[in-house]
């Protein structure tokens, strides 16, 4: 059974800051692997799709890399602003042939940026 | 492009009371669809997928039931709300594992429904 676990689980930075988020996951057999962002009381944007033949993904400030041998994931934020905070979401695409494809979420790690 | 709308936003509803949450795509064709729950405080929990019209997967036993009456239409209801019903209830979308670099695409949620049951 896949276990996706995301840590920390919360994270508090000042702005202008670097930071990872890191992903795990238990089953190496993934189709792919989406990071989302969370804003309270919202739904869930999409921010990078890694495919499992891909090593790393950029948009912008974030940069996210994929190590499927180690099961691994990080989510690498620069130059952290306020706007960042949030609860950020990793999930895991299971192979296409099994059951639609559902995607296996992290519990998330939420993000504060102080000004 | 391709948007996916979700309502209401937010929903009180009296135990006892019937559910129906609808969720449309547009811009797409034969899209694979999903309604996750988010309990407060927890994760996302998968209810319900649908690879096609009239085809519909449960994930979890509960109160809970999932209709596709047309394609791109997901709906979830409920003939009688529990307390422990309450959530956020989210509908997403992706394409279907059969299209060309499928691989290429993700989910894509809606805005959410906050459902209080009281």
Known sequence: ?115 | SQTIHQWPATLVQPVGSPLSLECTVEGTSNPNLYWYRQAAGRGLQLLFYSVGIGQISSEVPQNLSASRPQDRQFILSSKKLLLSDSGFYLCAWSVSAGRPRASNYGYTFGSGTRLTVV
Do not use: H, M
């Not at chain 1, 033949?53 to 989510?75: F, H, P, V, Y």
């Open chain 1, 1 to 115: 059974k896949q276990e996706v676990t995301q840590i920390p689980a919360a994270l508090s930075v000042p702005e202008g800051e670097n930071l990872v988020l890191n992903c795990s996951f238990t089953d190496s057999a993934i189709y792919n692997l989406q990071w989302f962002r969370q804003d309270p009381g919202k739904g869930l944007t999409s921010l990078l799709l890694i495919q499992s033949s891909q090593r790393e993904q950029t948009s912008g400030r974030l940069n996210a890399s994929l190590d499927k041998s180690s099961g691994r994931s990080t989510l690498y934020i620069a130059a952290s602003q306020p706007g960042d905070s949030a609860t950020y979401l990793c999930a895991v695409r299971r192979t296409i042939y099994n059951q639609g494809g559902k995607l296996i979420f992290g519990q998330g790690t939420e993000l504060s940026v102080k000004p």
